[in-house]
């Protein structure tokens, strides 16, 4: 029977006939063994034909052996009921659903996961199909249900037991558990199932979920996993989904097409693998013990609540996206990251659409290295524990400058962040705020209800019926009527509670010792027994009540019977004195007298508001790590490379230098600070605001390892105008451009470190210019530096340079005698505010192998503020090293100390006890009158 030439009635008849379904049915009794389901046997015990006018097409199947019948054709089916043995229905035909059919399993316990042939057991290998969207396919009874073939239905509802889909493909808009109170498991192993969109289901899929509010018992992944393919737009997943029993590992969960929301409590341990579509998540175990997987181009959201996902997020392929592409916000947290050897490293976080977006990064230290993040759309992005790791030769994190938070920030919350710029130079792009912890204490007052327990009578408090309908109430003691006996019901406080029926109100008074902010706390218990619960009730605490100063707080109902559990009201700011206390209660069920509520215990809080310090900055790595401010008055470590602050807010903060790490202070204020720096530690300070963009100004810009413009070198240098914001010229009979170069390349060979910080220099050939545009915010005297070192091949030293600003001489270095190490050439300057082109350029003949190394080039205000520190005291070990640029003296009240030794002057005497002092600049101790020089 082909379902698509029955009449239109035909649907609509089977509906009707599946209200009672079974109230007439054909039981089959099979003359002579057949094992055929057919149109034309009659095995049936009316010898009816099966299929015939009149007949409602429903099975049942009694006998106790069980069997086998080969489905032939399509035979449409209203319902099967199956009421013992182990049943298989295969063959070659199609069962059609043709309506609200029911399939039953006997009423009798399943072992689970050992199903025996004498056990209650259906297997389907035929084909299932629906005749329409309307159709409804229900499992019920507790037997257990396989299908081996392919399931088509409008909808799949599992009302008791278990159904298993195996290896093949299930289609149905929904699968829903239908009703509470029966046990109910369902097993996928190997299955694709897809996600219909259609009108019965709205668009508005729900897979694995609920119905008339109930939920799976169970919800199984075999070994061969599931894949979801959604072709609707939005589908969901509130059911928790686990690992079958005994399986060390289950294939997992892979979807593809349309949106998927996990929203269930998962433990499978398989992963899941997004190949095409959009994934959503709500809890932070959503998402199994796994690894999530994102092939190229996906995104990855989270709505409703800010997430922190524990899995390894595996980057598949190139520019994964994860954040919100719709009018959601997209609060994500990242703990893992890993990367396919098809990824290039590039995370799209944040928005492609408009609005808010939130990303939280709480990397593990097992995270692999990160190229690059791109935070895009109006996103604020977070950071909560664990290390950003960048590789060697990544590019920097940036904001996509097009779309821009009006002040977009890197926000370091309650963990801290710790940068590993192993090898490499990172420029953070934007500022890190440091944010304090605001922790909550409460403290009770001793005394401050007379009788806060009941113990001993009800004196202090009095009960009012606002019903005089609804009499008793008052003290009683554990076990009973209103606690039934039942421990798990009986006060933690003590022996004896106070009872509050349904409109009822208690009042009592306390006493406040100090004024503050203040919490009333007691215990809430609930009357047990579905009869007399008073779950239903709701509770309204009111402090001073009918006065000007009424303070009100509700609680609502509980929804369900619960023991004793402790409330508080909200804080309140009271006066020192005595308080009046009302509980009142509302009409829970008006019909219904003894609805009662159980308190005990009362007390009386403080809050206090404790700040706890801003959370840790922490630098690792060889590299070196930019960022244009840090505010924090907690701890910022430095255990590796550099860490350069251009502008620092640093009051009264913890600042440590580890052995062989640089700490660079550009600008700001420093108040009531410890900087400790370590033996082959470095602390420099005072340079002032850089007008070069850092990028610029060092060179790592561009990624030469993994550029592929035309002019890209394998042996490690860029020889092309314009790069990193530098235009670069020939001067004279030259015949080879400068540009940029990395270590490791022919112009600074490998083993030869060539680079103060980061990876990259500008080169300098003899005979070229280098020259780029600078803005200068005001009129005033600048100072123009940078490092600058010699090219130990062809008489690289032998190169005079001259800086020039709009073609006018600033300063000139003549040609060296030797090579040499880094060492920083300076300038001064008048300018106009506006723009000016800074130039360097380098003389020394036409030889394309001489050449000079530039790397740091800063642009300062002369007379800026520079760094201030206030207060502070600074501790060196010997062996450290102090790097004073400050262009304009230092005031340190709290002095300069050497393995715990206070220095009050003389820089000759700080160098004898093994501190290198570099630099030009002053510390002077003390106030700014009066202050004694301590070097220069």
């Not at 009874?141 to 093949?168: E, K, M, Q, Y």
């Not at 719709?326 to 590039?346: I, N, P, Q």
């Not at 990303?359 to 993040?373: G, W």
Request: proline content about 5%; some cysteine; overall charge negative.
């Amino acid at each position: 029977m082909n379902p698509d030439k029955r009449p239109l009635f035909a649907l609509a008849a089977s509906a009707i006939a599946a209200t009672s379904l079974f109230g007439a049915t054909q039981t089959w009794s099979p003359a002579e063994g057949s094992t055929l389901w057919d149109l034309a046997t009659a095995n049936w015990d009316d010898g009816a034909v099966w299929g015939g006018e009149g007949i409602t097409n429903s099975a049942v199947f009694a006998a106790a052996e069980g069997g086998a019948l080969a489905v032939a054709g399509d035979v449409p089916v209203d319902g099967v009921e199956v009421r013992a043995g182990a049943w298989t229905f295969g063959g070659d035909g199609t069962f059609w659903l043709s309506g609200l059919g029911d399939f039953a399993l006997p009423d009798w316990p399943l072992h689970l996961w050992d199903v025996k042939t004498a056990d209650a057991s259906v297997t389907v290998s035929a084909p299932v199909r629906s005749t329409g969207p309307a159709s409804i396919f229900k499992k019920d009874g507790p037997g257990a249900l396989t299908f081996t073939g392919p399931v088509d239905a409008g909808a799949i509802h599992v009302n008791n037991g278990r159904v298993s889909f195996l290896g093949n493909e299930v289609r149905a808009p929904r699968i829903r558990a239908s009703f509470p109170d029966t046990p109910t498991e369902v097993l996928f192993d190997g299955v694709r199932y897809r996600a219909l969109a259609t009108a019965a289901s709205g668009g508005d899929n729900v897979i694995l979920g609920t119905y008339d509010g109930c939920n799976f018992a169970h919800c199984y992944l075999g070994e061969g996993g599931l894949e979801i393919h959604a072709e609707s737009p939005d589908n969901y997943v509130p059911q928790a989904i686990s690992t079958q029993p005994g399986l060390e590992r289950d294939g997992g969960v892979a979807f593809s097409g349309g949106c998927v929301t996990f929203a269930g409590a998962n433990t499978f341990n398989g992963g899941i693998h997004v190949k095409n579509g959009q994934l959503r998540v709500q809890r932070a175990d959503s998402l199994g013990a796994g690894d999530v997987r994102l092939d190229g181009g996906q995104t990855f959201f989270v709505v409703n609540n800010e997430v922190r996902v524990p899995n390894r997020i595996v980057l598949a392929g190139d520019n994964s996206w994860m954040g919100s592409t719709d009018g959601r916000v997209a609060r994500l947290g990242l703990t893992r990251l890993a990367f396919t050897e098809k990824s290039h490293k590039r995370v799209h976080l944040g928005r492609q659409g408009t609005g808010y977006g939130r990303v939280v990064l709480a990397l593990a230290d097992d995270s692999e290295p990160v190229r690059n993040f791109v935070v895009r759309g109006d996103t604020e992005l977070s950071v909560d524990g664990g290390v950003f790791t960048v590789e060697a030769g990544a590019l920097s994190p940036y904001f996509d400058t097009t779309k821009l938070l009006s002040d977009p920030v890197l926000r370091v919350e309650r963990g801290g962040f710790a940068f590993d710029t192993a090898g490499t130079c990172v420029d953070l792009g934007l500022t890190p705020v440091f944010q304090g912890e605001a922790v909550t204490n409460f403290t009770e007052a001793a005394g401050s209800f007379a009788n806060p327990g009941f113990e001993s009578d009800e004196s202090g408090w009095t009960r009012v019926n606002l019903n005089s309908t609804y009499g008793g109430g008052g003290r009683y003691s554990n076990g009973s009527a209103f606690t039934q006996a039942d421990p798990a019901f009986d006060s933690p406080a003590g022996g004896w509670y106070y009872v509050v029926r349904q409109q009822c109100t208690l009042t009592g008074s306390f006493t406040v010792p100090a004024e503050g902010d203040w919490a009333v706390s007691f215990l809430l218990g609930c009357r047990p027994g579905s009869d007399y619960a008073g779950h239903k009730v709701s509770v309204t605490v009111k402090i001073d009540p009918d006065t000007a100063d009424e303070k009100v707080f509700t609680i609502g109902p509980r929804g369900k019977v619960h023991p004793f559990t402790r409330f508080a009201t909200d804080a309140y700011h009271l006066a020192a004195g005595t308080h009046v206390l009302r509980l009142e209660t509302d009409a829970g069920n008006a019909g219904q007298q003894y609805e009662s509520l159980l308190v005990d215990a009362f007390a009386c809080v403080r809050r206090e508001i404790v700040n706890k310090p801003g959370a840790p900055l922490t630098k690792k790595g060889a590299g070196r790590l930019v960022v244009p401010a840090v505010g924090t008055d907690g701890t910022v470590a430095v255990e590796g490379g550099t860490l350069r602050v251009q502008a620092a807010d640093l009051d009264g903060a913890a600042v440590s230098v580890a052995a062989g790490a640089r700490l660079e202070l550009d600008a700001g204020r420093v108040t009531n600070a410890t900087v400790s720096v370590a033996a082959g530690g470095a602390f420099s300070v005072g340079a002032g605001t850089n007008l070069i963009p850092s990028d610029a100004a060092d060179f790592e810009q561009v990624d030469i390892t993994q550029a592929t413009d035309a002019f890209q070198k394998a042996n490690g240098f860029w020889q092309v105008s314009p790069v990193c914001g530098w235009t670069f010229e020939m001067l004279g009979d030259q015949t080879a451009f400068s540009g940029v170069q990395r270590d490791g390349g022919v112009m600074s060979p490998a083993g030869w470190k060539w680079t103060p910080s980061g990876r990259q220099t500008a080169f300098l050939r003899s005979n070229n210019r280098m020259s780029r545009t600078v803005e200068v915010p005001e009129d005033g005297v600048y100072e123009i530096s940078f490092l600058h070192a010699a090219r130990d091949y062809n008489d690289g030293f032998n190169i005079p340079l001259t800086v020039k600003v709009d073609d006018a001489v600033v300063c000139e270095l003549a040609p060296r005698t030797a090579y040499y190490e880094y060492t920083r050439l300076s300038g001064r300057v008048e300018l106009a505010a506006g723009a000016h082109v800074l130039a360097i350029e380098a003389g020394g003949g036409s030889a394309s192998g001489k050449l000079l190394y530039i790397d740091d080039v800063r642009l300062v205000a002369a007379d800026g503020p520079g760094l201030a520190l206030d207060g502070n005291r600074i501790d060196l070990a010997s062996g450290a090293t102090l790097d004073l640029q400050n262009p304009v003296p230092i005031y340190l009240p709290g002095g300069v100390f050497v393995d715990g030794v206070k220095f009050t002057g003389g820089r000759a005497r700080l160098e004898r006890k093994g501190v290198t002092v570099t630099g030009a600049g002053e510390i002077q101790v003390g106030a700014p009158d009066g202050s004694v020089l301590l070097f220069r």
